[in-house]
């Protein structure tokens, strides 16, 4: 389902789904966040469930299903994740991790090989409290979305202080449980604000810009915003975590388009179910869009029983050519999507 108003930009089609449920090996098992190296690799984060050692870790693969391994298992050794959060990578292709039970970020090479892990817990400046959103700017600084002192802050790419912004409260230039960031090409930082249902946006120094939509249902209107990418244009594409849905407004925050989700098998599930014949079978039988009286209006309720749809579209991000990954955690896939024709 895709609801658009303003047809002026190349509106985003649905092109493919990549991964499938594992808790090892080739796949996902709760995904949190997706980062897109310049040559197409991704790395994808699984956070897997409370308790649960296995399905921790982050998966190597791409565009065209490719994989390339894993790395970073369960544990609170360097090198290992207990509640991998967001993922991103600096100019130089090196992999940053937040992990929000250890409250550090973990630095890995292209491979996977542990460089380096920083970060401690605590709300001076320089420590950190259940980090999760990652995002470098131009010149090499790291910003972490500093999510339980309900703050931004900006690290140096070896983890050394170097400014602040937000703070506890729903005014301007207030944070509540930050999650997902980005940055743009000019290094405005934008900030999905979870707790207060609204996307913000700072000047590079911390300076309040602008805020965008408001707590609801209706278009432009958010609830629990997760992720947020921006596009060289200035278009922004929100991951509207609590509406089961992704958003896109024009640069001064108008609506533009509304994403549900169009998923079809991707390659990985494709084999699984040509090599397990009775589950292929099985589900070459079930009805994957019911038609369901549900008790509650709930976007989650409509979600969790139609399979095309996002469930928990926790993640958005861009790559170089346009494309929109929106990485779903209760689905355990990634949802592509590219740039259309332009209309007017």
């Not at 699984?46 to 390339?68: A, F, K, P, Q």
């Not at 590079?204 to 432009?220: I, K, M």
Request: charged residues 25%.
């Amino acid at each position: 389902m895709t609801t658009i108003q303003d047809k002026s930009i190349r509106l985003l089609e649905y092109r493919l789904t990549l991964g499938m449920t594992t808790m090892e090996g080739r796949g996902f098992y709760y995904p949190t966040d997706t980062a897109i190296a310049d040559d197409g690799r991704m790395y994808v984060a699984n956070r897997s469930l409370e308790n649960v050692t296995r399905g921790v870790r982050v998966t190597m693969c791409d565009i065209e299903s490719e994989y390339y391994g894993t790395f970073g298992p369960y544990g609170e050794a360097p090198g290992q994740f207990i509640w991998p959060s967001a993922c991103t990578l600096d100019g130089r292709g090196r992999v940053y991790v937040s992990d929000e039970y250890t409250h550090r970020i973990s630095v890995f090479d292209r491979e996977g090989a542990l460089l380096s892990t920083w970060g401690r817990h605590g709300a001076g400046d320089g420590e950190l409290d259940t980090p999760s959103g990652l995002a470098f700017d131009r010149q090499g600084n790291l910003y972490v979305a500093d999510t339980y002192n309900h703050r931004v802050q900006k690290f140096t790419a070896d983890g050394r202080f170097l400014a602040r912004f937000g703070g506890q409260g729903d005014g301007a230039d207030a944070l509540n449980l930050p999650w997902g960031l980005t940055v743009d090409s000019h290094g405005n930082v934008y900030v999905a604000d979870w707790g207060n249902d609204r996307v913000q946006k700072f000047a590079p120094d911390g300076e309040h810009l602008a805020t965008y939509g408001r707590a609801g249902r209706g278009d432009g209107e958010f609830r629990r915003p997760s992720g947020v990418a921006v596009d060289a244009a200035g278009y922004i594409y929100v991951a509207d975590w609590g509406n089961e849905r992704v958003q896109v407004l024009d640069p001064d925050g108008g609506f533009v388009q509304q994403l549900r989700g169009e998923a079809t098998l991707s390659k990985w599930a494709a084999n699984f179910l040509a090599v397990n014949v009775e589950e292929g079978a099985a589900r070459a039988r079930a009805n994957l869009e019911p038609e369901i009286d549900y008790f509650i209006d709930e976007p989650h309720e409509e979600s969790s029983h139609i399979e095309k749809y996002f469930w928990s579209p926790v993640s958005v991000k861009l790559d170089r050519d346009g494309n929109l990954y929106v990485t779903e955690s209760n689905r355990h896939r990634i949802q592509v999507y590219q740039p259309g024709v332009e209309e007017d």
